[in-house]
């Protein structure tokens, strides 16, 4: 069944619609469960995720205008919903979209080895250097304070920000390094 045939017959609803979402989703459901795992979703949510992608693509086909592949769509409609996933995750630490996109971007350059052994401080070390490819200038900061010794008001006098403010900025440093870091809790967990 092409692209143009399965958004007609999800439009035209009942036992096409049914027919339809069941070829979608042997095609697709597969990657698209692979892509939440591969960004460290437990997989019972990732599953659930899965089912609410299929349900967005029901609820949204009439809005499909064409623009792009219908299976882009459903991508992006995938993408949509792991930032979704992330942000109602840990509302507190609500990350802008631009931090998640990288901070997806870096967990799916960080490659597990397959010999656990050593690989934790390899996979900080990756970890690390995407954060700093996105993040240049909160690598130095978070650098000079872990290796450099650097306190606060060193911080701050090269920040030219008072300590509150210091203290906020590494902070959300660090929750955003922490989001690079994602991926070599896999090692932890296996020791």
């Known amino acids: 069944m092409t692209e143009n045939e399965c958004l007609e017959k999800l439009r035209r609803g009942g036992k096409h619609r049914a027919e339809a979402i069941s070829h979608l989703y042997r095609e697709h459901a597969r990657g698209f469960l692979g892509y939440f795992v591969k960004h460290r979703v437990p997989r019972e949510r990732a599953e659930e995720l899965v089912q609410e992608v299929f349900v967005k693509v029901v609820r949204h086909c009439e809005n499909f205008r064409g623009d792009t592949r219908f299976d882009s769509w459903m991508w992006a409609i995938v993408r949509n919903e792991l930032m979704d996933h992330f942000r109602r995750q840990r509302p507190e630490e609500a990350m802008e ?21 050593p690989g934790l401080e390899d996979c ?21 304070v ?3 010794g650097w306190s606060i008001e060193d911080v701050a006098a090269a920040l030219k920000r008072t300590s ?19 991926p070599c809790r896999e090692f932890l967990q296996a020791s």
Not at 124 to 144: G, H, N, S, T, W
């Open 97 to 117: 979209e631009e931090d998640l996109e990288k901070a997806a971007e870096a967990a799916a350059m960080v490659e597990m080895p397959a010999d656990p052994g």
């Open 124 to 144: 900080v070390q990756k970890a690390y250097a995407a954060f700093a490819r996105a993040y240049a200038d909160r690598a130095e900061m978070l650098a000079r």
């Open 146 to 148: 872990a290796f450099d």
């Open 164 to 182: 509150g403010a210091t203290r906020e900025y590494l902070s959300q440093c660090r929750k955003k390094l922490k989001m690079f870091l994602e």
